[in-house]
């Protein structure tokens, strides 16, 4: 059985990329009221900052921040996880370990974590999780995807609305 090692930084700031299972599902963007109602208990258990998020049909991406003293973000991942998938409607399909594990299929097992060394790397994750969208064909503005953090971003004047739009893609560093 593999160990995964996992970055133990209390007070750290992550990036994070979690997955649905089937990425042909759009279960993310359907039930997003749900996921945020499950972020929410989540947080209010055991907190940690939200500082950028954009939810797609089949992925997310996000960066949190926990408290100091703090580096389990794996056990909030998987209340959020949990969470999400009891309060949607079963009949996936299930492989034969997934039922003898008693799992549903909705989510990877795994996520990507990425620890945030400075303030260069905060701000290019958080231009990466703000552009997901267009950069998935989803939309063709950042603005128009109604899912994200950068609204939150634009109304605390951290970015302007026009950002991401087609005459700024060429100056962004996203690789």
């Not at 003898?100 to 795994?110: D, F, P, S």
């Amino acid at each position: 059985m593999p160990r995964y090692v996992r970055a133990f930084i209390p007070g750290g700031t992550f990036f994070f990329t979690v997955t649905l299972l089937e990425r042909r599902r759009n279960l993310l963007t359907e039930h997003v009221d749900l996921l945020r109602r499950c972020f929410v208990d989540v947080r209010r258990a055991k907190p940690f900052e939200i500082d950028a998020i954009v939810v797609l049909p089949d992925h997310l991406h996000c960066i949190w921040t926990l408290p100091p003293g703090d580096a389990d973000f794996s056990s909030r991942w998987r209340a959020i996880k949990a969470s999400f998938s009891s309060r949607i409607e079963s009949g996936e399909p299930l492989s034969a370990r997934r039922q003898k594990k008693g799992e549903r299929g909705i989510w990877q097992r795994r996520f990507w974590e990425h620890a945030i060394r400075d303030e260069a790397d905060f701000d290019r994750h958080v231009d990466y999780i703000h552009f997901n969208p267009v950069k998935h064909g989803y939309v063709a503005n950042v603005v128009d995807w109604p899912h994200s953090s950068f609204h939150r971003h634009v109304r605390r004047g951290v970015c302007s609305p026009d950002w991401g739009d087609a005459t700024s893609i060429e100056n962004m560093d996203l690789d």
